[in-house]
């Protein structure tokens, strides 16, 4: 007959537990290390051609600059339902400063077309306007990165994000 103390075995299977889900919280730790690991992310050039391009649209935006919003989208784009020149003609004579920034940006790509998803907040005269998400669609062409669309919705705290950083230096 076998000896079956029930401590050996209650301290075994303890064991066996805590092994287990020692094995499992490192592969969490593994994981999460991995998809956050700024590093990869930093050395991306595609990641960071498709995130230029975004940061020069808000710029475009902020200083209305309608050459340099033309020379990041194709002809056709839309911002919101509106044609890009549409939108861009909406510059001519403006003279108060805006600021938009996007930070966190959540990038996809996958070969020839990429969106962003970032949060944004938007300054007019220095005084906050609003706050939201900005959606961007890229395609590459002829080896440049193109905005074919951006959406965003409008929103105030504490519906949306206010940047991180606090509001923009003067």
């Known amino acids: 007959m076998e000896n079956l103390d029930p401590t050996i ?17 490192l592969t969490i730790s593994m994981l999460l290390l991995q998809s956050c690991s700024p590093v990869e992310q930093a050395t991306d050039p595609e990641r960071e051609a498709v995130i230029d391009v975004a940061e020069k649209v808000l710029d475009a935006i902020g200083n209305a600059d309608a050459d340099l919003l033309r020379s990041v989208m194709v002809p056709d784009a839309r911002m919101n339902g509106r044609l890009v020149e549409e939108y861009a003609s909406g510059f001519a ?10 930070w966190d940006p959540e990038v996809s790509i996958d070969g020839q077309i990429a969106s962003i998803w970032t949060p944004y ?11 939201g998400i ?36 003067q």
Do not use: T
Not at 9 to 21: G, P, S
């Open 121 to 131: 907040d938007f300054y007019r005269n220095g005084e906050f306007s609003h706050c």
């Open 134 to 169: 900005d959606a961007f669609q890229m395609r590459k062409i002829d080896g440049e990165w193109k905005v074919v669309g951006l959406i965003w919705n409008s929103l105030q705290p504490p519906d949306c994000q206010m940047h991180p950083a606090g509001p923009p230096v």
């Open 9 to 25: 075995h209650a301290r075994q299977i303890d064991n066996m537990m805590k092994n287990y889900l020692k094995s499992i919280l």
């Open 93 to 102: 004579g403006r003279e108060e400063p805006m600021v938009e920034r996007m």
